[in-house]
C-alpha cells in the first residue's frame, strides 16, 4: 500500500495550487480517500475527502470554499485543488485512505508522506 503526494511548493498569498496523490498497491476504488494537514506541533488537521462513489464531505470551514477535491479512479488518483491560498494554510499535506466515508476523518488509515506547502507574503 502506498499514497505519494505531489504538488507542494511555495506560492504566494491569494495564489493557487494543485496537489496530486497517487495510489498503489491496492484498489483506490475501495476506498474514501482524502487530505489532511499539518504543521510541526500541531495537531492533524482533516480537511476533505472524497468517497469511492464520489460524495464529498469538508471538515475544515477555513478551506471549504476555497479547496476542491477530485478523484480519477481510472488512475488511482485523488488531487486538491487549492485556490485563494492564504498564509495560515501553510503546512505539510497529506493524503490518507480510509474505508468507510463516515470513519474517514479519524485518520486510522494509512497516508503518505506528505507534501510541503509554503504560502509567501
Do not use: H
Not at 506541533?41 to 480537511?47: D, I, K, M, N, S
Not at 462513489?53 to 471549504?64: E, I, Q
Request: hydrophobic share 30%; aromatic share 10%.
Amino acid at each position: 500500500v502506498q499514497l505519494v503526494e505531489s504538488g507542494g511548493g511555495v506560492v504566494q498569498a491569494g495564489g493557487s495550487l494543485r496537489l496530486s496523490c497517487t495510489a498503489s498497491g491496492f484498489t483506490s476504488v475501495d476506498y474514501t480517500i482524502g487530505w489532511f494537514r499539518q504543521v510541526p506541533g500541531q495537531t492533524r488537521e482533516p480537511l476533505v475527502c472524497i468517497s469511492r462513489s464520489g460524495r464529498t464531505r469538508y471538515y475544515s470551514d477555513s478551506v471549504n470554499d476555497r479547496f476542491s477535491i477530485a478523484r480519477d479512479n481510472a488512475k488511482n488518483m485523488v488531487y486538491l485543488q487549492m485556490n485563494n491560498l492564504k498564509l495560515e494554510d501553510t503546512a505539510v499535506y497529506y493524503c490518507a485512505r480510509e474505508r468507510d466515508l463516515n470513519s474517514w476523518y479519524r485518520l486510522l488509515g494509512e497516508w503518505g508522506q506528505g507534501t510541503q506547502v509554503t504560502v509567501s507574503s
